[in-house]
């Protein structure tokens, strides 16, 4: 059975920006998601946060694992550790690298470095072109880095509620896809 999990970023949580709608969704289609809440996002570290993944992620081969910002890298030091099959990822806003505008998250980019690194069979990643939090250069790099299908959107800024994002139906339609739905 598919179940899909929703990593937030840094100074989130699982209930916010788009992450309560594509659930919705996703019940709708009858799909299991999961919202995680990882600790203490205010000041988080990789090792917290992979514990906490590790506690509550089943992976397998009927996975689907969603990142936004932060929870991108996250979730690949998850896969990293765990070298386990995934049906497939999707990366919104996502880096793998340190961010200059960001160097408090410098420690999640320098545990993925020291990782053997695990490339998903089948990955997306979304970028904004007018992202000021990570700016799509990175995003571009990380899809490089996985060989993933990249999607670059003009607008859209980094994807938050704050920005009006509330809705991201992209993921949706790149989830159906990985199901083999339309």
């Not at 670059?152 to 790149?174: A, K, M, N, W, Y």
Request: contains cysteine.
């Amino acid at each position: 059975m598919t179940q899909v999990y929703i990593t937030h970023g840094y100074m989130a949580n699982g209930d916010k920006h788009w992450f309560p709608w594509l659930e919705n969704e996703l019940t709708k289609l009858g799909i299991t998601c999961q919202r995680l809440s990882m600790p203490n996002p205010e000041n988080p570290t990789p090792e917290e946060w992979l514990a906490y993944h590790q506690a509550q992620v089943t992976l397998d081969e009927e996975t689907i694992l969603i990142g936004h910002s932060l929870g991108c890298i996250a979730t690949l030091n998850l896969l990293a550790t765990e070298q386990k099959k995934v049906k497939g990822a999707i990366f919104v806003s996502g880096f793998y690298q340190p961010l200059p505008n960001l160097p408090e998250l410098d420690p999640f980019a320098n545990f993925y470095a020291n990782l053997t690194a695990y490339r998903p069979e089948k990955s997306f990643v979304i970028a904004s072109l007018n992202d000021e939090i990570v700016k799509h250069p990175f995003s571009d790099q990380l899809a490089q880095h996985l060989g993933a299908d990249y999607i670059r959107f003009p607008t859209g800024q980094h994807f938050c509620d704050r920005e009006g994002v509330t809705e991201q139906p992209i993921v949706l339609t790149l989830i159906k896809a990985l199901l083999g739905k339309s």
